[in-house]
């Protein structure tokens, strides 16, 4: 399964003006020049690193990044595993953060959405429900020749899957 990151609510966060993950951000408009941003990374606080990094695996394509791909120390108080489609940091990332004593609230991650683009949404949504996850949207009729679902992650952020036409967003 082929996903790719798009982080829409953490572009902004970031401000990073009209810019998704990956794409670069329109020139700025206060005179600075017209350099190009690029979204490179948005980090999110999750409560269980094996859960959630099993969760963006199995079920959204993405694989462990960077140095040690997935290997790390679980007694650590802080861990960081960078995912992405690829498994290669000069691509996009999004990073699940496990830091002991934080955990994300439902307030936070009821703010937060991320964007998965898969292949075949259907089978992506056949396997989540599966597995006992509960869809907030089912893939309804094409809008504009794109579908979507939303559903939760573990930790409660939104995870909207999206399908597309080919090199479309």
Do not use: W
């Not at 963006?56 to 791909?69: E, M, T």
């Not at 007694?75 to 992405?84: F, L, Q, R, T």
């Not at 939760?152 to 399908?163: K, L, N, R, S």
């Amino acid at each position: 399964m082929r996903a790719e990151i798009r982080i829409m609510a953490l572009a902004a966060a970031l401000a990073l003006p009209g810019a998704a993950l990956g794409q670069a951000a329109a020139p700025s408009p206060s005179g600075l020049g017209s350099h190009a941003a690029q979204v490179l990374f948005a980090k999110i606080v999750v409560s269980d690193i094996d859960r959630s990094v099993a969760f963006y695996s199995r079920f959204l394509g993405l694989q462990p990044a960077g140095p040690g791909k997935g290997r790390f120390d679980r007694a650590a108080a802080h861990i960081e595993a960078p995912m992405n489609v690829s498994g290669n940091l000069a691509e996009p990332f999004v990073v699940l953060v496990r830091q002991a004593g934080v955990s994300p609230t439902k307030e936070t991650a009821k703010l937060t959405t991320i964007g998965i683009k898969v292949a075949d949404i259907h089978a992506t949504v056949q396997s989540l429900k599966q597995a006992g996850y509960a869809l907030d949207m089912e893939p309804g009729a094409p809008r504009e020749g794109r579908l979507f679902a939303v559903v939760h992650d573990p930790d409660g952020y939104v995870v909207e899957i999206a399908q597309t036409p080919s090199g479309a967003y």
